[in-house]
């Protein structure tokens, strides 16, 4: 536990905050769609311009090659800028990039690499399945080995992004006489092959961020295999990302903004019956403080997160704290902010779309795993519980 | 500012050795004898703790101290809470901050005993386990460290932690205005109430990897495992922000307010995690003879030294007045 002084990250600090004061978009950022496409890709054009690309990448794969402390100032001044993540970029960057990185062939890296940097090209995930959800080994989409090629049929769902989307970390079954982690593979799937149809599903905010896709014999090559023919379960468990928790900074700074301005909107809202204003009711004052105190704890967990992976080769079950943390904080306080303005809260639209943000805030205790999977998770690997009943 | 949370190795040896000293010397299960005697195996330990160097550990040499900082007190103060130690020990790692020149001596060596007093609304002062003290540190929003008898007559009550003693009397004037001093003091409790809340976390996830019902170990119900793993996240923020504060401490404007928040914290994830221990325990959770209505009652009573969750509030959102 300590200071951590160093001149040359102060000087690296202010070398982040001038370019990004210089070169972040102040154009609003589409809702929706192959609008959003185009405005992420071409932030990341820029930022790849700039020398910023894949900051968390190394050096030898055309990344920035930050340490994990340079990453760290780097994404708290992104979002002091201003700075939206990058979400149609989102799986490209921190998913099927540094999974090639790992474990790609020369072929698929040097395709993929550059063209993910420059923002050239966008990824989406192809895991989950209607019926394997959080149970994800339970996944049945096929693909039946013809010559060189897979043939896959099946369905993958809540596949965010995938509207424009050019390519897709897919994970099918290819031995479906194995047991059930081991006959699983990673491919990369271009989204342009016939027999793929995207159907964009509409979520509770009113847009629509993800899609159901459905593949009817779609012919991969060979060569898109991701390591070994039945070992994508591994690859995909070893998809580490090389941010080592860095990557949430932004999203925390975002939510302490968040109860930042609810705090002076209650200041400055004032209730007729009363004459005075939100924040002089004891109970709204109570209720902003915890908030406050959770969103610093949310801000310590992190460091603490990056502080430990400073230190670890693979990152633990231990990242399963702050992401719950930040999970279902996110939902308290956009609750908390529809709960407080009252009537004024219902209306869509405008610069601050207060339901947008509240109903979005919904996913973060869904997407990417359940509150109830992280729990059962830093249940048995963090504090070493027997395991519950599941399926062999 | 960047922070490295990670202990370095010279902390992690501190931390050790304070936390096998205390683990040796103060089993929680000595607390089941305690009822109605006060803390005598603290009380037997003193000098022990003194040459430990506890009482002054976050003091500069030049003013007698092992030249540590509040990162290394902080870790140590965690360890008391482990243990559920009596809040006497705290009290004098405290009063060494709070004792001028003349004073301080008999405080690092222990020959000076104090104990924490709290200011309650009603100008009540509670007293807590200061049977043996000769010095009070008395905390209210600020902090005083006053001789034990400048309160005249101290009259005994009994306590809702009955391992500790308590009485009462009445202030005998203001408390000064708080000051880095009583920052300080309310970060080092933050600290050993987040060991509360930690204890309290061990001990459930430990009954439920062992106890079965319907065959099973009650830790692979995922309404237990559940419960567990919610007992670990309030005890991992309430520390992570302890430690954060441990090492920003007088380096930004934000020290009031962060401090607050890791009061408050701490005495959430200590009363809540001693809520949940108790359940996760069933019926012998609900007995004297199980070990886990302690850590409730010593969260309660942490919780209340010299402030509460709602004074907290205030502190944290004092700023956006």
Same mark, same amino acid.
């Given at each position: 536990m300590k200071l951590i002084e160093d001149p040359s990250l102060d000087r690296f600090r202010d070398e982040c905050r001038a370019w990004l004061n210089d070169n972040v978009p102040r154009n609003a950022r589409p809702s929706e769609g192959l609008e959003l496409r185009a405005y992420d890709m071409a932030w990341q054009r820029t930022q790849f311009e700039g020398g910023w690309a894949g900051v968390s990448w190394p050096k030898a794969f055309g990344g920035r090659g930050l340490s994990v402390l340079e990453q760290l100032i780097w994404h708290e001044e992104y979002a002091r800028a201003g700075a939206r993540t990058s979400a149609s970029m989102f799986v490209a960057l921190s998913h099927a990039g540094p999974t090639l990185i790992v474990q790609g062939s020369e072929d698929q890296k040097s395709r993929h690499l550059p063209a993910i940097l420059k923002g050239e090209e966008t990824w989406c995930q192809g895991f989950s399945e209607p019926g394997a959800g959080s149970d994800l080994a339970a996944l049945k989409t096929r693909a039946v080995i013809d010559g060189d090629h897979l043939v896959v049929s099946g369905t993958k769902i809540w596949? !965010? $992004?995938?509207? /424009? #989307?050019? $390519?897709q970390e897919l994970l099918v079954r290819t031995d479906p006489d194995l047991p059930r982690h081991r006959g699983i593979s990673w491919v990369i799937c271009d989204m342009t092959l016939p027999g793929i149809e995207v159907r964009p599903i509409t979520t509770m905010t009113g847009y629509a961020h993800f899609a159901q896709i459905f593949y009817d014999e779609v012919r991969i090559p060979m060569t898109n295999l991701v390591g070994q023919l039945n070992g994508g379960w591994g690859v995909a468990m070893t998809t580490l990302g090389f941010e080592r928790g860095t990557g949430t900074i932004a999203h925390q700074i975002e939510l302490a903004n968040t109860v930042e301005r609810l705090i002076t909107t209650a200041k400055e809202t004032y209730d007729r019956a009363t004459g005075k204003s939100l924040f002089a009711d004891a109970a709204v004052a109570s209720r902003l403080a915890v908030l406050r105190a959770e969103v610093a704890a949310l801000r310590s967990l992190t460091v603490a997160s990056v502080s430990r992976g400073m230190r670890e080769e693979i990152p633990g079950a231990e990242g399963n704290i702050p992401a719950l943390y930040f999970g279902e904080l996110t939902r308290r306080v956009n609750g908390a902010v529809i709960d407080l303005l009252g009537p004024g809260a219902? #209306?869509? /639209? /405008? !610069?601050?779309?207060l339901p947008k943000a509240y109903l979005e805030s919904f996913k973060w205790a869904i997407g990417g795993g359940t509150s109830e999977i992280r729990r059962n998770t830093i249940g048995e690997r963090v504090l070493g519980l027997p395991k519950g009943p599941r399926a062999i | 500012m960047i922070v490295d949370l990670e202990p370095t190795d010279d902390q992690r040896l501190i931390a050790e050795s304070v936390g096998g000293m205390l683990a040796a010397s103060l089993p929680v299960a000595r607390l089941r004898e305690a009822s109605g005697n006060g803390a005598q195996p603290e009380n037997a330990l003193w000098s022990s703790l003194a040459e430990l160097g506890l009482f002054g550990m976050g003091l500069p040499e030049e003013k007698g101290g092992f030249g540590y900082g509040l990162p290394e007190e902080m870790l140590a103060a965690r360890e008391l809470g482990l243990v559920l130690a009596s809040p006497s020990v705290l009290a004098q790692m405290a009063a060494a901050h709070l004792a001028d020149d003349g004073l301080r001596p008999a405080i690092m060596s222990g020959e000076a005993r104090c104990a924490f007093a709290s200011l309650g609304f009603d100008g009540t002062v509670w007293l807590y386990d200061g049977d043996a003290a000769s010095h009070v540190v008395l905390l209210g929003d600020g902090a005083a460290l006053l001789p034990r008898d400048a309160f005249g007559n101290w009259t005994a009550q009994v306590p809702m932690d009955e391992t500790i003693t308590l009485a009462n009397a009445i202030a005998a004037g203001d408390l000064p205005a708080r000051d880095n001093v009583a920052e300080r003091i309310s970060l080092l409790i933050a600290a050993a109430t987040t060991g509360i809340a930690q204890a309290a976390t061990a001990m459930a996830v430990d009954f439920a990897g062992q106890r079965e019902q319907f065959g099973q170990p009650i830790g692979s119900f995922q309404a237990i495992k559940h419960s567990c793993a919610d007992m670990a996240v309030r005890a991992a923020a309430a520390d992570a922000q302890v430690r954060y504060c441990a090492i920003t401490f007088g380096r930004t404007e934000d020290d009031r307010r962060e401090i607050a928040a890791a009061r408050w914290l701490a005495t959430d994830a200590a009363i809540e995690n001693a809520k949940a221990n108790i359940q996760v325990h069933g019926g012998m959770g609900f007995t004297a003879e199980c070990d886990a209505h302690l850590f409730l009652k010593r969260a309660h009573l942490f919780s209340a030294l010299g402030s509460s969750r709602r004074e907290e509030e205030r502190r944290i959102i004092a700023d956006a007045d």
């Open positions: 596949t !965010s $992004y995938a509207q /424009g #989307a050019d $390519y219902m #209306a869509r /639209g /405008g !610069s601050h779309n | -």
